[in-house]
């Protein structure tokens, strides 16, 4: 995973169905209000990217 990735709702969410489908499962949230709950994570602004370095250009 990259800061970009985790920074990114819909990249977390495919790297999270990717784990579950390694493990030979389908991902489910449980919850009815996941997606607004994820939504309301990144319009506060929920990032890793102030903890990381940023990546240099090459």
């Known amino acids: 995973m990259t800061a970009g990735q985790i920074g990114n709702s819909g990249e977390m ?5 990717q784990c579950y489908r390694r493990r030979g499962k389908r991902f489910r949230p449980q919850s009815k209000e ?16 102030d903890y990381c370095l940023k990546e240099q250009p090459r």
């Open 13 to 17: 969410r495919r790297i999270a169905e």
């Open 34 to 49: 996941f997606a607004n709950q994820q939504a309301h994570l990144f319009r506060m602004g929920w990032s890793l990217e």
